[in-house]
Structures are given as structure tokens and as C-alpha cells.
T-cell receptor
Framework: EAGVVQSPRYKIIEKKQPVAFWCNPI?????LYWYRQNLGQGPELLIR????????DSQLPKDRFSAERLKGVDSTLKIQPAELGDSAVYLC????????????????FGPGTRLLVL | AQSVSQHNHHVILSEAASLELGCNYS??????LFWYVQYPGQHLQLLLK??????LVKGIKGFEAEFIKSKFSFNLRKPSVQWSDTAEYFC????????????FGTGTRLTIIP
């Protein structure tokens, strides 16, 4: 079974440029998460989707970040314009979202996209 | 809001030594607790998790963790580490009756010397 797929793996851009990250979750997983992991820190949730609905985007900086999961499968996270402080690893994770006890489900993480803003 | 503290930032051990990594959380309600591991060059993966019942939880690769409610702790242990245990370890928590949002600690980097 394929795991969570993310692309690109690495991205270097200049500040004020736009950037987009793509995630394809494990097949059949309804819940999708985007996390940001700063150097020396643990992952921090940016947004959570249940199918195509963003059910928790309270941590997403909406002035420059946007995300979509149009068909409830793959998802795109965009930053426009990027700032120096956006340099981080952006992680996508998914979970089944079907057990009825979603808080107990394991989240499966992708390899991440390492972003460097110059 | 929840927070998770992992006070050991970098631990260096010799092979066969015993391991204990600390994890404390701040939340007064019922929680679910997780340990994730990231091996060099690999993605985060679940090591073990606790929801209820026996506070001593066993995970993969010989790891276990003990939930001590009175201490708000969920320390990770392994009686004898191997070189292949070199990795970064993250403790995480979510509210048992809330949403699935995981709050992670800052991680502990474990280096095993052969």
C-alpha cells in the first residue's frame, strides 16, 4: 500500500514569490492534515480536512496561506507571497476518518516538503 | 490550550543501555497520548499510543510507555537500545473528547553509539 505522497521534496524560492505543495493521502483516508515543522520544533497543525471540508483552519495564516482539497482526495497548500519566516518543513498526514473514534486514529505522515525562502 | 514538554533535547547512549525519554503535557481533561519516531531520512511514524486501560503501553521495536495521570507524564522506555534506534522521538497529545488535532512536543534526538 502506498503511503502519503508529497511533492516537491525540496523547494528554494526568493521571498515574495509564490509556492505550492501537493499531497496525495493514503487511498481511502478521509481526513487530511497539513502541518508545519520549524527547525528544532515539533509539527504544528495548519489545517485539517474531513473529505473536502476544512474543519479546522484556525492555525492557518490566512493572509498568505491557502489550501484546497477539491474532490476530497489530494490537496494543495499555497503560500503567496512567501516570507523568510516561512522556511520550514511542510508535512502532510492522513487518517482513515471512518472509525467513529477519530481522535484515536493513527495519523500517517508523508516525507514532507522542505522549503527554503531566501 | 494543550502543551507538551520534552525536556531532553539530545540524548546520547551506548548500545545496550536503557532508555527513558520524558514527556509531560498540560491539559486537565482526558487525553490520548502518542509517541512518534522519525528515523534519519524517513517520515514520522507511530511508535505507540495510549487511550485508556492499562497505563503501560507496548509498541513496536521493544518500546513501551507508561501513562502516569497524577504526573501528567507519558515517558518512553526501552530496556536495551540498539544502534538502529538512532532517531528523533516526538511525544504528542490530543483531547479525548475534542478534535483530532495533535499537539507535539519539540522532540528528543537520540543518538546511539555502537
Amino acid at each position: 500500500e502506498a503511503g502519503v505522497v508529497q511533492s516537491p521534496r525540496y523547494k528554494i524560492i526568493e521571498k515574495k514569490q509564490p509556492v505550492a505543495f501537493w499531497c496525495n493521502p493514503i487511498s481511502g483516508h478521509n481526513t487530511l492534515y497539513w502541518y508545519r515543522q520549524n527547525l528544532g520544533q515539533g509539527p504544528e497543525l495548519l489545517i485539517r480536512y474531513e473529505n473536502e471540508e476544512a474543519v479546522d483552519d484556525s492555525q492557518l495564516p490566512k493572509d498568505r496561506f491557502s489550501a484546497e482539497r477539491l474532490k476530497g482526495v489530494d490537496s494543495t497548500l499555497k503560500i503567496q507571497p512567501a516570507e523568510l519566516g516561512d522556511s520550514a518543513v511542510y508535512l502532510c498526514a492522513s487518517s482513515p476518518g471512518t472509525s467513529g473514534r477519530a481522535v484515536q486514529e493513527t495519523q500517517y505522515f508523508g516525507p514532507g516538503t522542505r522549503l527554503l525562502v531566501l | 490550550a494543550q502543551s507538551v514538554s520534552q525536556h531532553n533535547h539530545h540524548v546520547i547512549l551506548s548500545e545496550a543501555a536503557s532508555l527513558e525519554l520524558g514527556c509531560n503535557y498540560s491539559y486537565g481533561g482526558t487525553v490520548n497520548l502518542f509517541w512518534y519516531v522519525q528515523y534519519p531520512g524517513q517520515h514520522l511514524q507511530l511508535l505507540l499510543k495510549y487511550f485508556s486501560g492499562d497505563p503501560l503501553v507496548k509498541g513496536i521495536k521493544g518500546f513501551e510507555a507508561e501513562f502516569i495521570k497524577s504526573k501528567f507524564s507519558f515517558n518512553l522506555r526501552k530496556p536495551s537500545v540498539q544502534w538502529s534506534d538512532t532517531a528523533e522521538y516526538f511525544c504528542a497529545v490530543n483531547e479525548a473528547f475534542g478534535n483530532e488535532k495533535l499537539t507535539f512536543g519539540t522532540g528528543t534526538r537520540l543518538t546511539i553509539i555502537p
